[in-house]
C-alpha cells in the first residue's frame, strides 16, 4: 500500500492526473451542455446552454490538452538537461584522466 501512496507522490503523475480530472470535467460540461440545448427547438433558448455549459468545457478540455502537452515537454527538457551534464561530466573525467597519464 505505501508503494501506491509513494507513486502518487510523484510530480509527474499527480499533474497528469489533475489535468486529466480537468480534461473530463470539461467534457462532462460539453455533454451537459448537449442535454440541455437538445430539447430546445428554438436557437435563442439553446444559448444559454452553450455558453454556461458547453464552451466553458470546451475551454477546459482545451486547456487540460495544452498544460498536457507543456508539462510532457518540460519534463523531456528536464530529462535531456540531465543526460547532457551527465555526459559534460564524463567527458571532463575522461579528459583529466587522458591529461594524467599523459607523458611530459
Same mark, same amino acid.
Given at each position: ?16 492526473? =489533475?489535468? *486529466?480530472? @480537468? ?8 455533454? &451537459?451542455?448537449? %442535454? +440541455? $440545448?437538445?430539447? /430546445? #427547438? ?21 486547456? =487540460?490538452? *495544452?498544460? @498536457? ?8 527538457? &528536464?530529462?535531456? %538537461? +540531465? $543526460?547532457?551534464? /551527465? #555526459? ?17
Amino acid at each position: 500500500m505505501n508503494e501506491i501512496w509513494a507513486r502518487f507522490r510523484d510530480p509527474w503523475l499527480t499533474t497528469v492526473l =489533475a489535468l *486529466v480530472v @480537468v480534461g473530463t470535467v470539461g467534457a462532462g460540461l460539453i455533454v &451537459a451542455g448537449y %442535454r +440541455g $440545448a437538445a430539447p /430546445e #427547438l428554438l436557437v435563442p433558448f439553446q444559448v444559454p446552454f452553450l455558453f454556461s455549459a458547453s464552451l466553458v468545457g470546451l475551454c477546459l478540455v482545451g486547456v =487540460a490538452c *495544452v498544460l @498536457v502537452a507543456v508539462h510532457l515537454e518540460r519534463v523531456e527538457a &528536464a530529462e535531456e %538537461r +540531465g $543526460a547532457l551534464s /551527465e #555526459l559534460q561530466r564524463e567527458a571532463l573525467r575522461l579528459l583529466t584522466l587522458a591529461q594524467s597519464h599523459q607523458p611530459d
